[in-house]
Nanobody, 119 residues
Framework: QVQVVQSGGGVVQPGGSLRLSCVAS????????MAWYRQAPGKQRELVAT???????NIDDSVKGRFTISRDAGTNSVYLEISDLRPEDTAVYSC?????????????WGQGTQVTVSS
């Protein structure tokens, strides 16, 4: 079993910055791909950033230049740093990890964290 715990988030003023954290523990089976999604009120969940097992990253074009994803492989942690926050960044942010143990691939999600950008 794998547990994924998120931290960070909260209320931030426009133009501010914050860092979201996500830590996975349990039977992960090595360095695994991880990703950050967000879901704004009334909208579908969207993928914003991914980091692969080889640390290759991808940031959605809509947030490129403001969002950065990174990881600490030693602690199975992934981080999402967001700068120049805008009201449209208000959403629930969730991370996931894709574990692989042999041919058994499973996706685990964190509990989600609210980010509200407001003055």
């Amino acid at each position: 079993q794998v547990q994924v715990v998120q931290s960070g988030g909260g209320v931030v003023q426009p133009g501010g910055s914050l860092r979201l954290s996500c830590v996975a523990s349990g039977n992960i089976g090595g360095v695994a791909p991880m990703a950050w999604y967000r879901q704004a009120p009334g909208k579908q969940r969207e993928l914003v950033a991914t980091i692969m097992s080889d640390d290759t990253t991808n940031i959605d074009d809509s947030v490129k230049g403001r969002f950065t994803i990174s990881r600490d492989a030693g602690t199975n942690s992934v981080y999402l740093e967001i700068s120049d926050l805008r009201p449209e960044d208000t959403a629930v942010y969730s991370c996931n990890i894709l574990t692989a143990n042999g041919s058994d691939h499973r996706l685990y999600w964190g509990q989600g964290t609210q980010v509200t950008v407001s003055s």
